[in-house]
C-alpha cells in the first residue's frame, strides 16, 4: 500500500514539475564580443513583444548586429545596425506593450522605437540605471519593457560607459564595436556547428 502510495506521489510531483517547467519563463543568452547577457523575459506581461523579439532570435537575425548608441548613466541600444552601420530589415511593426505594469528598471530589457508609439521592430535597450521617465501612463505611451537581466549588468554598465563618436549620421556610437554574436534560447536545443 505504502509502495503504491509512493509512486503515485512520485509520479504527481513529477507531473507538476514538468508543467511548471513549460510555464517557465523564457532565458535567454546574449552572447557578445565582450562577453555574455543572460536574460529572463516576461510573456506574461509583454505577449506581443516577447514573441515579437523571440522570432528575431529564433530566426538569427541578431547575429552580427551590434550596440549602436551607448550612453553611461542611460542604457545600451542594439538589435539593428551591422558594424559596418548597415541597417537591417526589419518585419513589420508591433503593438507597443508599455503600459504592462512594468518600469523601466535598471537591467530591464524594453523595446526601441520612433517617436510613434507602434514603431518598434527589431531593436531593444537594457536600461544601465533607473529610466522612469520611459514608462507609459494613462496619459502616454512609454517603452515597452519585456524582461530583465539575470546575469551580466556588470557587462552592461561597461558597454553603456564605452568610448562613443558619431558614425554614419548616428551619435553616441562606440568607437570598439561590441558585437551581439548570437542570442539563443537557455532550452533552445544546440545545433551542429
Do not use: C, W
Not at 506581443?48 to 541600444?77: C, P, W
Not at 551591422?82 to 507597443?96: F, R, S, V
Not at 535598471?106 to 531593444?124: K, L, V
Amino acid at each position: 500500500m505504502f509502495k503504491k502510495f509512493l509512486t503515485i506521489f512520485t509520479l504527481t510531483f513529477s507531473l507538476a514539475n514538468v508543467a511548471l517547467a513549460e510555464q517557465a519563463n523564457p532565458q535567454i543568452v546574449m552572447k557578445t564580443n565582450l562577453g555574455d547577457i543572460k536574460l529572463e523575459l516576461y510573456p506574461e506581461k509583454a505577449p506581443i513583444t516577447v514573441k515579437n523579439f523571440l522570432d528575431y532570435v529564433d530566426s538569427g537575425f541578431y547575429e552580427g548586429t551590434i550596440f549602436h548608441r551607448t550612453i553611461a548613466g542611460f542604457m545600451i541600444q542594439g538589435g539593428g545596425f551591422t558594424a559596418d552601420m548597415h541597417q537591417k530589415d526589419t518585419k513589420e511593426p508591433i503593438q507597443n506593450e508599455s503600459n504592462n505594469g512594468l518600469s523601466n528598471l535598471q537591467g530591464t530589457i524594453s523595446m526601441a522605437r520612433t517617436n510613434y508609439p507602434h514603431s518598434a521592430t527589431s531593436q531593444f535597450f537594457i536600461n544601465a540605471v533607473n529610466n522612469y521617465r520611459l514608462d507609459g501612463s494613462n496619459r502616454r505611451p512609454g517603452y515597452a519593457v519585456f524582461g530583465k537581466v539575470t546575469d551580466g549588468m556588470d557587462l552592461v554598465v561597461r558597454i553603456s560607459r564605452s568610448p562613443t563618436a558619431p558614425k554614419s549620421g548616428h551619435r553616441d556610437v562606440p568607437k570598439q564595436p561590441v558585437i551581439i554574436e548570437k542570442i539563443t534560447r537557455f532550452d533552445a536545443p544546440s545545433k551542429p556547428e
